[in-house]
């Protein structure tokens, strides 16, 4: 996971990863719609907007989801919603 601004710089990145298993392609879309779009080998990203609606849903993943990481995406998201024209981007394999 990485804070990018427009020009394609780094401004933070997360210490770990997201570690993929099967729980979340069991996620249901119309309850985790932004978490729903990740995939493991594809990119995802998402803008100021979308970080705030990413927020609430890692307040509710699963157990199953869980991990390290949501700590992590938590403070990546304060980074995008801390600027203008930062995106959070989830880089897949």
Known sequence: MQVRGDSGDVLARAKGGLQWTSAFGDLNPGLFPMLWG???YGDAVFNHRQVSLLRVE???LPAACGGE????ARELCQVVEQGSHRYLWFVGD
């Open 58 to 60: 890692l307040d509710r």
């Open 69 to 72: 990481w949501v700590g992590q």
């Open 38 to 40: 990740l995939i493991p």
